[in-house]
């Protein structure tokens, strides 16, 4: 062969390398999704009104509060006073076109000023140290009263506690970015209202929330949300309605009894869905952590108002008689549906009290559940499996261990009341009574609550029947990781031939 002809082969490998490491560079780099965060900003004790309406920016890695809110203020140029960046940065007034005027701390008041939510949680830190992610939803309030008009108070940051508005807020951010509000008629004006309104209820936020996304209708004469009161017709039971839930008026004059036919009523107080009682939280630890994971603190049941805006849906959950809440059975087997699931049909799909705990930020907790098995009789633990609920429509799995050092995040054990684990082998005895304790990260992957310290999560006990041939080892909303990564598809299907060529090359050039 002559040597021209060798450099030749030499020259095209090396093009056709260089071709396939560009593209492999340019296309596996391009995110994944766009991550973006809703921001409002917010001064209803002035005038009931805004100076952002919810409006929807894109994030870039490491952003933080203040980057987000400098960036959309210029961009609609709006004047603004601060001082300081980073850990010092204060954001002390905002101009207000409509009037004329900036809002801050004055003279006259010097109780006024602006505080700042994330994710309806008054941060602990100053805006331009606390990093955002994808999902979070920024609201900067004007308070005259620092902070007690507006459900907060600078000496004892924390949640908020009016009623909690991020869904509504986000909703309306992507009505405003798609700028098709004529399409959703009243609903949006009445919505708007109610997002504009101080001391809007959580009933009167959840429904208008439902109403905007098409899962109930203001035109129901029987769909009581403009009170939490649990006057009689209603059908809320004396509760607060379930975050505004549509009661579909056939309980009308039965002194909010649920007579458990009204199946259009969302999922709310149709515990007859239920086929097995809930289960209790068990306080009392049975048996000691291993190193890295903390007992919840205070768990307890959590609520409808409280779990409808994390799943989505009024019919993605059941409220019991008890006023605690579980999944809904038709919810969890759509979300099982959804992951080629098929719940064996002699065994009931058990839905576990969700439930609510505070655990030290970004940190595992333990919840020990204490469900009645009579239905499940002679079935091996290992037969049970645990699914969380990630949304209305979606669920994860839980993997159980042998051992309570095993124990990590998505993990549980099966014990007995005394605390002595229960192997996958081992029967479920008929009249027994069995805990399982669950372990949970705070924001982990089975952590629906994405606010730091809060764990809430509720779950479903599900013997398995045959599954679809289709079936994937994947989370509940089909992605196999979060957001803000990279999109490794294209290099996944370029890499053989780059290695390939790659590897040819180097072997040639060793061999001379």
């Known amino acids: 062969m002559s040597k021209g002809f060798g450099n030749t082969r030499k020259a095209l490998r090396l093009a056709v390398l260089s071709f396939l490491v560009l593209f492999t560079a340019v296309f596996s780099f391009v995110p994944a999704d766009t991550a973006q965060v809703a921001i409002t900003v917010e001064k209803l004790t002035e005038d009931g009104g805004f100076i952002v309406e919810p409006f929807l920016v894109?994030?870039?890695?490491?952003?933080?509060?203040?980057?987000?809110?400098?960036?959309?203020?210029?961009?609609?140029?709006?004047?603004?006073?601060?001082?300081?960046?980073?850990?010092?940065?204060?954001?002390?007034?905002?101009?207000?076109?409509?009037?004329?005027?900036?809002?801050?701390?004055?003279?006259?008041?010097?109780?006024?000023?602006?505080?700042?939510?994330?994710?309806?949680?008054?941060?602990?830190?100053?805006?331009?140290?606390?990093?955002?992610?994808?999902?979070?939803?920024?609201?900067?309030?004007?308070?005259?009263?620092?902070?007690?008009?507006?459900?907060?108070?600078?000496?004892?940051?924390?949640?908020?506690?009016?009623?909690?508005?991020?869904?509504?807020?986000?909703?309306?951010?992507?009505?405003?970015?798609?700028?098709?509000?004529?399409?959703?008629?009243?609903?949006?004006?009445?919505?708007?209202?109610?997002?504009?309104?101080?001391?809007?209820?959580?009933?009167?936020?959840?429904?208008?929330?439902?109403?905007?996304?098409?899962?109930?209708?203001?035109?129901?004469?029987?769909?009581?949300?403009?009170?939490?009161?649990?006057s009689g017709g209603s059908n809320n039971s004396g509760s607060n309605n379930n975050g505004g839930s549509n009661n579909n008026g056939t309980d009308n004059g039965s002194s909010g009894t649920n007579n458990g036919t009204d199946s259009g009523n969302n999922g709310s107080n149709n515990s007859a869905n239920n086929d097995a009682e809930p289960s209790e939280i068990v306080e009392k630890p049975l048996f000691s952590l291993p190193s890295g994971i903390d007992e919840g603190i205070k768990p307890r049941p959590t609520t409808a108002s409280e779990i409808v805006p994390l799943l989505g849906s009024n019919s993605a959950i059941t409220e019991n008689d008890d006023g605690s809440v579980t999944a809904s059975v038709s919810a969890v087997k759509n979300a099982l549906s959804a992951l080629g699931?098929?719940?064996?049909?002699?065994?009931?799909?058990?839905?576990?009290?969700?439930?609510?705990?505070?655990?030290?930020?970004?940190?595992?907790?333990?919840?020990?559940?204490?469900?009645?098995?009579?239905?499940?009789?002679?079935?091996?633990?290992?037969?049970?499996?645990?699914?969380?609920?990630?949304?209305?429509?979606?669920?994860?799995?839980?993997?159980?261990?042998?051992?309570?050092?095993?124990?990590?995040?998505?993990?549980?054990?099966?014990?007995?009341?005394?605390?002595?684990?229960?192997?996958?082998?081992?029967?479920?005895?008929?009249?027994?009574?069995?805990?399982?304790?669950?372990?949970?990260?705070?924001?982990?992957?089975?952590?629906?609550?994405?606010?730091?310290?809060?764990?809430?999560?509720?779950?479903?006990?599900?013997?398995?029947?045959?599954?679809?041939?289709?079936?994937?080892n994947k989370g509940g909303d089909g992605s196999s990781g979060g957001g803000g990564g990279c999109d490794t598809g294209t290099f996944g299907i370029f890499a053989p031939f780059a290695l390939a060529v790659l590897g040819f090359s180097v072997t040639r050039r060793e061999s001379k």
Do not use: C
């Not at 009645?372 to 209305?392: E, H, N, P, Q, R």
């Open 58 to 230: 894109p994030l870039s890695r490491n952003q933080t509060a203040e980057d987000v809110t400098i960036d959309l203020l210029y961009s609609k140029s709006i004047r603004y006073e601060s001082s300081g960046g980073g850990e010092e940065f204060y954001l002390a007034a905002i101009y207000d076109p409509s009037n004329n005027a900036y809002l801050g701390m004055t003279i006259r008041n010097t109780l006024a000023g602006w505080m700042i939510t994330v994710n309806n949680i008054y941060i602990g830190t100053s805006a331009g140290a606390h990093t955002l992610r994808d999902g979070d939803v920024i609201r900067w309030q004007y308070t005259k009263q620092l902070g007690a008009d507006i459900g907060g108070n600078p000496n004892s940051l924390g949640v908020n506690t009016k009623a909690d508005k991020d869904r509504l807020v986000w909703k309306f951010a992507e009505i405003n970015a798609k700028g098709n509000k004529s399409s959703y008629g009243t609903a949006y004006n009445k919505g708007l209202s109610v997002l504009k309104n101080l001391n809007a209820t959580q009933s009167e936020v959840n429904f208008a929330l439902a109403v905007l996304n098409g899962d109930a209708s203001y035109d129901d004469s029987s769909n009581n949300n403009s009170t939490d009161n649990g």
């Open 341 to 472: 699931v098929t719940p064996d049909t002699e065994n009931p799909v058990t839905p576990l009290v969700a439930f609510r705990t505070d655990v030290q930020s970004k940190g595992m907790a333990r919840i020990q559940l204490k469900p009645k098995l009579d239905g499940y009789a002679g079935k091996t633990f290992g037969s049970i499996s645990v699914f969380k609920m990630t949304s209305a429509k979606t669920a994860l799995k839980l993997n159980m261990v042998s051992s309570i050092e095993a124990l990590t995040d998505g993990a549980f054990v099966w014990t007995d009341i005394s605390g002595n684990v229960k192997q996958s082998h081992d029967e479920v005895s008929a009249g027994g009574s069995y805990v399982i304790s669950v372990v949970i990260k705070d924001d982990g992957n089975f952590d629906i609550h994405k606010t730091g310290g809060t764990i809430v999560d509720p779950l479903a006990l599900v013997v398995e029947g045959k599954k679809s041939e289709n079936e994937s």
